[in-house]
């Protein structure tokens, strides 16, 4: 009898004693839909009209409308998005969740590392809502995350996922600069690039980049621009906006160009209206072409230096960041380029190029 009311007791205890593989609990997880409520009034949905690389009936580029999303960080209405939502487009609009519509104007932006800072030109609603822009560093794989946006132009939709992996980038022809992207199995299509990725307390830790996927649609892995990284470039370095896109032009697209000397090139695509490029005086692409397997847009300014710099040179890319983050009022900013078989050189004041 002691030997049998000893093994149950035994039973009892080790089936009562914390084991090594349970999960330690955490007291209740915040509920998603409570979250969302905090935050959803900080996302809003980036409207732009730019120009297109088709043209219209009369041979002109048509004008093309865009829809991303972003996020409000600061109350004099700064807000994220993605470079590629803004990054050349003519007229920004900011629709908030109740509907307002308010006009903004692009502050900074990356490309290569695909992310934008704008600015809004009139007061915000009332009930919009000023995001907390968090730590990236402390997330782990594993962790519940979710995305707000406009995915297919449709506002306001919650995705659900987790950090499913942390991958870095090379964002320079040499690699010397890398940054942070999350991967996530959250759901992602057209229209939430530039949206907030959140953690469970509601902090933005991540601006939604891009999704790789062989069906087009959300069926694919999606990314994100880790918050540190944005708000390094963002907010402490204010990267340069420039207002325009560009094909790189090397090999045998150098020599089909006539580039002289064998050079590579930046050929200019599009121009933002009004933008830092446009004042500078750069002209973008006018006729729509397939070469190679490639449509791009021909007819503008083939780049060739900037600030004194070789753009082909992969050991000059980053004195050439360099140089267009120390430009202050006073500077000059200097690009030379190709314009009809001519090498010219186009110069403007720093501060001519800035509102």
Same mark, same amino acid.
Request: with cysteine; hydrophobic share 40%; proline share 5%.
């Given at each position: 009898?002691?030997?049998?009311?000893?093994?149950?007791?035994?039973?009892?205890?080790?089936?009562?004693?914390?084991?090594?593989?349970?999960?330690?609990?955490?007291?209740?997880?915040?509920?998603?839909?409570?979250?969302?409520?905090?935050?959803?009034?900080? *996302?809003?949905?980036?409207?732009?009209?730019?120009?297109?690389?088709?043209?219209?009936?009369?041979?002109?580029?048509?004008?093309?409308?865009?829809?991303?999303?972003?996020?409000?960080?600061?109350?004099?209405?700064?807000?994220?998005?993605?470079?590629? *939502?803004?990054?050349?487009?003519?007229?920004?609009?900011?629709?908030?969740?109740?509907?307002?519509?308010?006009?903004?104007?692009?502050?900074?932006?990356?490309?290569?590392?695909?992310?934008?800072?704008?600015?809004?030109?009139?007061?915000?609603?009332? %009930?919009?809502?000023?995001?907390?822009?968090?730590?990236?560093?402390?997330?782990?794989?594993?962790?519940?995350?979710?995305?707000?946006?406009?995915?297919?132009?449709?506002?306001?939709?919650?995705? #659900?996922?987790?950090?499913?992996?942390?991958?870095?980038?090379?964002?320079?022809?040499?690699?010397?600069?890398?940054?942070?992207?999350?991967?996530?199995?959250?759901?992602?299509?057209?229209?939430?690039?530039?949206?907030?990725?959140?953690? &469970?307390?509601? /902090?933005?830790?991540?601006? #939604?980049?891009?999704?790789?996927?062989?069906?087009? =649609?959300?069926? =694919?892995?999606?990314?994100?621009?880790?918050?540190?990284?944005?708000?390094?470039?963002?907010? %402490?370095?204010?990267?340069?906006?420039?207002?325009?896109? %560009?094909?790189?032009?090397?090999?045998?697209?150098?020599?089909?160009?006539?580039?002289?000397?064998?050079?590579?090139?930046?050929?200019?695509?599009?121009?933002?209206?009004?933008?830092?490029?446009?004042?500078?005086?750069?002209?973008?692409?006018?006729?729509?072409?397939? &070469?190679?397997?490639?449509?791009?847009?021909?007819?503008? %300014?083939?780049? &060739?230096?900037?600030?004194?710099?070789? #753009?082909?040179?992969?050991?000059?890319?980053?004195?050439?960041?360099?140089?267009?983050?120390?430009?202050?009022?006073?500077?000059?900013?200097?690009?030379?380029?190709?314009?009809?078989?001519?090498?010219?050189?186009?110069?403007?004041?720093? /501060?001519?190029?800035?509102?």
């Amino acid at each position: 009898m002691r030997l049998v009311l000893s093994i149950a007791l035994c039973c009892l205890a080790a089936c009562s004693a914390p084991s090594r593989f349970q999960v330690e609990d955490r007291g209740e997880a915040p509920r998603l839909d409570r979250v969302f409520d905090r935050v959803h009034a900080s *996302v809003v949905t980036i409207r732009t009209v730019g120009k297109s690389t088709e043209t219209d009936r009369f041979g002109r580029l048509a004008s093309a409308s865009g829809v991303g999303s972003g996020v409000l960080i600061s109350d004099d209405g700064r807000i994220l998005t993605a470079a590629h *939502v803004v990054q050349t487009a003519d007229k920004v609009q900011v629709e908030f969740p109740g509907g307002e519509t308010v006009p903004a104007r692009v502050l900074s932006s990356l490309p290569a590392v695909d992310l934008a800072m704008i600015q809004l030109t009139e007061a915000a609603p009332e %009930d919009a809502s000023i995001a907390t822009l968090g730590d990236s560093d402390p997330m782990r794989v594993g962790a519940q995350v979710f995305v707000v946006g406009a995915p297919l132009g449709i506002s306001h939709t919650l995705t #659900v996922g987790h950090l499913s992996a942390r991958r870095a980038k090379s964002v320079s022809p040499g690699g010397d600069v890398t940054v942070e992207l999350f991967q996530t199995d959250a759901s992602i299509n057209p229209g939430n690039s530039g949206g907030p990725m959140f953690n &469970l307390d509601g /902090e933005v830790i991540g601006v #939604v980049s891009h999704i790789v996927t062989e069906t087009g =649609g959300s069926a =694919g892995l999606g990314f994100a621009v880790t918050s540190n990284v944005a708000r390094t470039f963002m907010i %402490d370095k204010h990267a340069f906006w420039s207002g325009m896109d %560009d094909v790189t032009l090397s090999g045998e697209l150098a020599a089909a160009f006539n580039l002289p000397g064998g050079r590579t090139g930046k050929l200019i695509q599009r121009v933002a209206k009004d933008s830092p490029a446009d004042r500078l005086g750069l002209r973008g692409g006018t006729i729509p072409v397939q &070469l190679g397997g490639q449509q791009f847009l021909i007819g503008g %300014d083939v780049m &060739l230096e900037v600030m004194g710099h070789d #753009v082909g040179d992969p050991s000059a890319q980053q004195a050439i960041r360099d140089a267009v983050e120390a430009l202050r009022p006073g500077d000059m900013v200097g690009v030379t380029v190709l314009r009809g078989g001519e090498v010219i050189s186009l110069q403007q004041p720093y /501060e001519a190029l800035r509102d």
